[in-house]
């Protein structure tokens, strides 16, 4: 077991997953690959990413997004081999469902090849929370850190005796319709892409560097009279850009329904705590 490296992958726009996972990692306290972390969060990180991501152990996260994996990540995991190898998957969902997209990235790994040492399903601040809903604001917490920590130790302990797969049965994805397929294509009905203030932002380029699809005009930031331009179609949502500007030059504006909100403020009303699956 001490000879096993552990290499941690993750999708992780507004560093929610990143967090939870390094904790993961330190309290498995394993051996790491030469390249311990690959992010697979922008278009340049993912090229080829599957020649990087060679631990004899991987941790493998992503953020629960509209219940299914982010479907960015899914040409990723097609491309792995597992030839045998243990795969740890954790989902992070926003204080709202995980749906299905814990048991979706069990069923494709272990169709690429690879064993289910454990899983887990763990909170973070949902990329929605504004002044109006507080999804899971300050999440993950010390609490959520500990519990992640812990789930590392006990799985460390787990690989030096005999492990074996975990029970939990994984859900291949569903098939949906062309124009529900995406689920990204879901979030544009409910949150508009992010408000610009030109008089806040420096034209520094830390959004358009940190998006996840390439959505932000690189000629926006060119001088003051370029309007700030998004790809409606492209940009998911994530939100990312909006957390990572260092002058706050970014905002969300939601746009959904009377009824989707109450439908969030109940989430926002519930306590969720993480989930692990080590048996």
Known sequence: MHDQSLQVVFFSPTKNTQKILAQIAGGMNLPLTAQPYIDLTTILHRKNANEKIIGDIILFGVPVYVSKIPSMVLPVIAALEGNGRWIIPVSVSGHVTHGECLENMIWLFRHQGFRILAAGKFIGRHSFTTLEFSLGENRPNSKDMHSAREFGRTMAKKLRNSPTEIVLQGIPPSEESEEEEIPERKAQSLVDSPMHDPEKCQRCRVCYA?????????????NEQN??????????????????CPFDALSIQLVMTPEKRQEFLQYDKEIQNPEVFLA
């Open 210 to 222: 940190h998006c996840p699809v390439d959505a932000i005009d690189f000629d926006s930031f060119a």
């Open 227 to 244: 309007p700030f331009v998004v790809d409606q179609d492209l940009c998911f949502r994530c939100f990312g850009c909006v957390y990572i």
